[in-house]
């Protein structure tokens, strides 16, 4: 069983899930002039992707997979050794590069991609969610 604290962190992200469903259905045009909305996106994604990345670092960790101080890294073992289903394997390799804009602000977020993710990628984002959640929670502390 994962930790209390990863617990936290996927019950948070799974609220974090909800208001990013409830981001998407604001038509472009509004999004695109609401800096709220756009600031209430880019918190609720990081806070989403980081979750992933967490459970994907719990999940090599237990496993012994390939170590690697990077997320891109941890994710790159995670689907190397199969776990990541193919449909999904893009996108979690995407979501390290995606937390750190959120993040580090590597670049200027661009709200027409964090827009598309949101009316695009948010059903495969839960996926992932959840494949990583039960993978974990098969795992002894």
Same mark, same amino acid.
């Given at each position: 069983?994962?930790?209390?604290?990863?617990?936290?962190?996927? /019950?948070?992200?799974?609220?974090?899930?909800?208001?990013?469903?409830?981001? &998407?259905?604001?038509?472009?045009?509004?999004?695109?002039?609401?800096?709220?909305?756009?600031?209430? &996106?880019?918190?609720?994604?990081?806070?989403?992707?980081?979750?992933?990345?967490?459970? &994907?670092?719990?999940?090599?960790?237990?496993?012994?997979?390939?170590?690697?101080? /990077?997320?891109?890294?941890?994710?790159?073992?995670?689907?190397?050794?199969?776990?990541?289903?193919?449909?999904?394997?893009?996108?979690?390799?995407?979501?390290?590069?995606?937390?750190?804009?959120?993040?580090?602000?590597?670049?200027?977020?661009?709200?027409?991609?964090?827009?598309?993710?949101?009316?695009?990628?948010?059903?495969?984002?839960?996926?992932?969610?959840? /494949?990583?959640?039960?993978?974990?929670?098969?795992?002894?502390?």
């Amino acid at each position: 069983m994962p930790s209390p604290g990863l617990v936290a962190r996927v /019950t948070r992200a799974r609220r974090s899930l909800e208001r990013l469903r409830r981001l &998407a259905s604001m038509p472009w045009e509004e999004y695109s002039v609401d800096e709220d909305a756009q600031a209430l &996106a880019e918190r609720h994604l990081h806070i989403l992707l980081e979750s992933i990345l967490d459970l &994907a670092a719990f999940i090599a960790a237990r496993r012994g997979l390939a170590w690697s101080p /990077t997320y891109r890294g941890v994710v790159e073992a995670l689907v190397a050794s199969g776990l990541v289903p193919e449909e999904l394997r893009s996108l979690a390799l995407s979501a390290a590069g995606m937390r750190n804009i959120l993040v580090h602000g590597y670049a200027e977020v661009r709200h027409d991609i964090i827009y598309e993710v949101l009316r695009h990628d948010l059903d495969r984002l839960e996926r992932l969610l959840d /494949t990583l959640w039960r993978e974990a929670e098969n795992l002894d502390p």
